[in-house]
């Protein structure tokens, strides 16, 4: 029996010089319509103009802003698929502490999106419906 050699996965050519441009394009082309990046595909362009240097509070800030909308994103997701798999109610009979846990898991993210994003964590923390989530944060302070 002969052994098989096509190539499943083949190395895409090379763009050609002066291209960058082009292969760009075609990069985000790839995201936009197709959910998948090539590991070797150029990085996409910076929006926008680069700060100077900002002080390390306000890249601070800034990092907890965006951090903050990615766990309310994340919650809102959780709590989707926790409610799609609600639907069948065979599923949510036989599994409710697991869709219970994952209600759970969106309220955490909820929270700790909202302690990233206050003026005062003191009084954020204080904020926190989930009594285990409220505790664990005020050992720090």
């Not at 990092?63 to 698929?81: F, G, K, N, Y």
């Not at 799609?84 to 599923?91: A, G, I, K, P």
């Not at 219970?100 to 009084?123: N, Y």
Request: hydrophobic share 45%.
């Amino acid at each position: 029996m002969p052994i098989d050699t096509t190539d499943l996965w083949p190395e895409p050519d090379p763009a050609p010089r002066g291209a960058g441009t082009t292969a760009r394009a075609e990069a985000a082309h790839t995201v936009e319509n197709e959910g998948f990046v090539p590991f070797d595909a150029p990085p996409p362009p910076a929006p926008g103009p680069v700060p100077s240097a900002p002080d390390a509070a306000s890249l601070r800030d800034a990092t907890h802003q965006r951090i903050a909308v990615v766990l309310e994103e994340l919650a809102l997701e959780v709590e989707d698929l926790g409610g799609r798999l609600c639907t069948d109610l065979d599923v949510a009979a036989r599994h409710m502490d697991v869709l219970q846990a994952i209600d759970l898991i969106a309220q955490k993210q909820r929270s700790l999106a909202r302690l990233l994003e206050a003026d005062c964590p003191i009084t954020a923390i204080e904020q926190i419906g989930l009594d285990v989530l409220r505790d664990r944060m005020r050992m720090f302070h």
